[in-house]
């Protein structure tokens, strides 16, 4: 078989956000929260940028730092415009730890 189309290449010659886990205590009572912190292109960890919190559907949804080619996709377009992106888990959060 061969290929007729690849949409691929687009994603490979894009400077794209660079995702990390982020993790922090409830002050209340010291259960571990996890979010997704996506950083603009070339300001991987740089300080002083403006945030967005992106807060997803619930209340068994949760977000991963993994590619999403849907709706999820406006927070690797907010964070390439120069956005930090965090994306909690709040509780009652699906994923493997079960926020």
Known sequence: AQSITYENKLFKERNLPKGTSYRWLNKDDGTEIEGILLYPPDKFQQKNLPLLVLIHGGPYHADLN??????????????????????????????????
């Open 66 to 99: 993994v590619f999403y080619a849907d709706w999820y996709f406006c927070a690797i377009m907010m964070a390439t415009e120069g956005w930090l992106v965090l994306q909690p888990n709040y509780r009652g959060s699906s994923g493997n730890r079960n926020y």
